[in-house]
């Protein structure tokens, strides 16, 4: 048994249903099921008992502790956040909330279960982290990809949340020997991301002849690591990550927002031709304030250690995502009805697109 938390978003349902599929050891799933979260991407886990969904918030420490002390998993598995950086530039306390103090609530719960563990419960029980690269801020173009060493510079809300989190994780091994491991993952994209991210809006958008609302030049660079890549990379941290230690996971990929918008755009022309080619939609609009320009991942550490590497190509990843979005249009009208319209109002207005 493990206790995932947030396994009802992107990441963490892509997880669940991995995890189910190659260990098959039973999954409680903790999530607060915010405008992220989505019961819907467990649906077809609805008849197994192997799945076990549970409704709350990482905050709710008594539920959490009891959960704990009930099905006593051998690992915990800690994905739930708020994710979005222009979510966090509109409003950052549900960041600090959810990221800092909801991650200090799950950790004292963590100990305190730990604690009372002996033997090879105790040895092998871990916690394990899911963070991102942004914690290390933003690259010059001939900057070394980001390392396990790189000095923490984060620049939005939301990477400065997650850097508060990192932090939290470390001082509990160090502090009091939680058996931590910590991940520092690039860009995901893959099936069940919300569309607020930039591929499956543009994707969306693109569908609808709507304007793809590229900020600023175009020119900033991203790492672009698939989601079943970084399933796998979870798990091997899990199984063989070192106590403490903290492993960087990239997709070797890195892109400009320019090349990953034309390249769906020609995926789009070849699958569902419109007439005029999708890319005459590219709308350049208002940059996103403290915009970082370039994240790269060196993820040696990883492949050395634990034997992990990427396995799809990103010209192969974004193929399979956007057959998903076409053939998954049921999801996509269900997340994107009602509150995702306020988002999408609140984000492009200023930005001359909405
Ligand atoms: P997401 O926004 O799609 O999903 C977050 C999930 O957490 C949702 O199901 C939501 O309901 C749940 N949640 C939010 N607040 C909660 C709370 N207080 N208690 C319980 N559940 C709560 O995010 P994602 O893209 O799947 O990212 C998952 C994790 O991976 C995050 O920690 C994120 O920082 C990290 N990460 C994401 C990326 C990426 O490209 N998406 C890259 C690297 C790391
Ligand atoms: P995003 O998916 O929000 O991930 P992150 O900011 O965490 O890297 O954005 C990826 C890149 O795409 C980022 O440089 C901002 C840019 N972007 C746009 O140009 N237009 C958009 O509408 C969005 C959502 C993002």
Redesign the pocket.
Known sequence: MILV????????ANFVLDWLATEGTPVVN?????Y???AGNLESLRNDGRHHFVH????ERERVGALLRQHRPRAIVH??????VDRSIHGPGEFV??NVV?TLSLLEEARAYWSGLAGAERDRFRFLH????EVYGSLGADDPAFSETTPYAPNSPYAAS?AGSDHLVRAYHHTYGLPTVTTN????YGPL??PE?LIPLMILNALAGKPLPVYGDGKNVRDWLYVGDHCAGIRAALARGRPGETYNIGGNSEKTNLEVVHTLCALLDELQPAGAPHAKLITFVKDRPGHDRRYAINATKIRDELGWGPQERFETGLRRTVRWYLDNKGWTDNVTSGAYRHWIDANYRERGTA
């Open positions: 938390t947030g396994g009802a978003g992107f990441i963490g903790l999530d607060k099921l915010t992220a979260g989505n709350a918030d990482i905050n994905f739930a956040a708020e994710s979005h909330h959810t909801g899911v963070s991102t690269d997650k993952c690039s860009n995901n991301q919300f991210k």
